[in-house]
């Protein structure tokens, strides 16, 4: 147990001291989100008082009518009765097929976009596939900081894999360091998320052209884990055709797999539902052994009947037609699915303020040479404290968030704030908490 000079806080003390010993959470830094969650119920429920809490990325905004109605309807047809198609309802492959088109500008053929029970599978049908294709090449490299279910997919696959921080090689740096692992040629593929979680970095055109490079060179996939796209808010990606575009290394190279979630940028997290977009070429690949697991050596044929099939066989029916529905009225311009999650944008600028003025520090602050992006996700420390210890000490103030040693990031002093839960009428609250935990430790 960590030693406080101050008793005053604003959560009871003592029962806060109880809760986290009897949790027998002994090292906050390498708490899982779960974990932390369990343990904040608690602590509101003993205390009744509400936390301000940022360890969670729960979208916090209702999700657009449009998708709810299409589900309602289909469920409503009788949907629920019928197994779907593996290969996807195909309304929804041809949506996503126009949706890449006009907010990536690329061409994908429909048939090459599978839905998926959202991007968690879509994660793990793609290892299945990606890191299995060659023998020699058994690893994953992960640009981190990442998302921490991706490597516990790889434990629970047996699957190998190698990280670094990408904090120290942004911009023209990132080329001598992918270099330096994958010269090596064991990497198979090659994974970030963009805007990023944990630290919302978001890569400039130069970096996906790095990335792309390197895939080219050594023949390794790049999955894009595009969980929140279009939103870095600094640009306007929302105009269905009309640039800017939603930024992809899939200008770049042939070698790439997009993973499109619903979750967030259509608040649709509850009915699990996403996409995998397999490039044309990637996906009539022969890759001799695949078949080793699967019937068949083409790439985008072991995806469908091969990985989903054995995983779920396809995504639920109803949650089909919504995605399609909400991705039809986007790529009509009759719906603006930026507009409605701006509000995370919103919510961080305020925040961030807060921390900063209470003596606590933006830890990823810069893309290249400009500033962050405001968005679902920011990271701070406080001084030369801990990670672990920082969460530890923040509960006693009413305030929780996640420890950036589980994401793979070097920054083990800080954490990840996500901003979905926390409502406008909490920032006064939190910049009080805030406050007061600054004069406790200065
Ligand atoms: C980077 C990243 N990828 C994937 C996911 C999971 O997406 P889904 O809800 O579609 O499974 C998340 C959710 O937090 C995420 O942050």
């Not at 360890?55 to 469920?75: C, D, H, Q, S, W």
């Not at 890449?100 to 299945?128: N, R, W, Y």
């Not at 911009?171 to 630290?199: A, F």
Request: glycine content about 6%.
């Amino acid at each position: 147990m960590i030693d406080f000079k101050h008793t005053d806080t604003p959560i009871d003390f003592e029962i806060v001291r109880s809760k986290v010993s009897e949790s027998g959470l002994t090292d906050m830094g390498k708490t899982t989100i779960r974990e932390l969650v369990r343990l904040v119920n608690k602590i509101e429920k003993a205390t009744s008082k509400k936390f301000v809490r940022m360890e969670m990325g729960v979208p916090g905004l209702t999700p657009p009518e449009v998708g709810t109605n299409a589900e309602i309807a289909a469920l409503k047809r009788g949907v629920a009765s019928k197994y779907p198609m593996i290969e996807g309802l195909e309304e929804l492959k041809f949506e996503t097929s126009r949706f890449a088109k006009l907010f990536l500008d690329i061409d994908v053929t429909f048939e090459h976009c599978i839905p998926t029970v959202g991007s968690m599978q879509g994660a793990i049908a793609t290892f299945l596939i990606t890191c299995r294709r060659d023998v020699n090449k058994d690893t994953t490299l992960f640009i981190d900081p990442g998302f921490p279910v991706q490597k516990q997919q790889h434990r629970v696959l047996g699957l190998k894999y190698e990280t670094f921080d990408v904090y120290n090689y942004r911009g023209e740096k990132l080329k001598d360091k992918l270099e330096s692992y994958c010269s090596k040629g064991n990497i198979s593929t090659l994974i970030y998320s963009n805007p990023n979680n944990p630290s919302w970095i978001c890569f400039t055109d130069t970096e996906l052209r790095i990335i792309a490079d390197v895939a080219n060179k050594y023949d390794i996939i790049v999955m894009e884990d595009l969980a929140y796209f279009g939103m870095d808010f600094r640009s306007d990606y929302s105009k269905p055709g009309v640039p800017p575009f939603q930024p992809t290394v899939a200008k770049y190279t042939d070698n790439f797999i997009l993973l499109i979630s619903s979750s967030k940028a259509f608040s649709y997290a509850g009915q699990r539902i996403g996409v995998v977009v397999i490039s044309d070429k990637l996906f009539d690949r022969s890759f001799p052994d695949l078949k080793r697991f699967f019937v068949s050596d083409k790439l985008g044929y072991a995806m469908i009947y091969g990985s989903v099939y054995s995983l779920s066989a396809g995504a639920a029916h109803s949650a089909q037609y919504a995605l399609a529905a909400m991705f039809e009225a986007v790529n009509d311009g009759s719906y603006n699915f930026i507009e409605d999650v701006k509000e995370y944008g919103e919510r961080a600028k305020i925040m961030k303020q807060l921390f900063v003025n209470n003596g606590f520090t933006i830890v990823y602050d810069k893309d290249e040479d400009l500033p962050l992006a405001d968005g679902f996700y920011f990271t701070f420390s406080y001084k030369n404290m801990s990670g672990s210890e920082l969460i530890e000490r923040l509960l006693y103030y009413g305030i929780c968030a996640l420890s950036l040693e589980i994401t793979g990031s070097e920054h083990t002093e800080g954490l990840r704030a996500c901003v979905s839960q926390v409502g406008f009428d909490q920032m006064e609250t939190l910049g009080k908490r805030l406050q007061i935990f600054n004069e406790h430790h200065s």
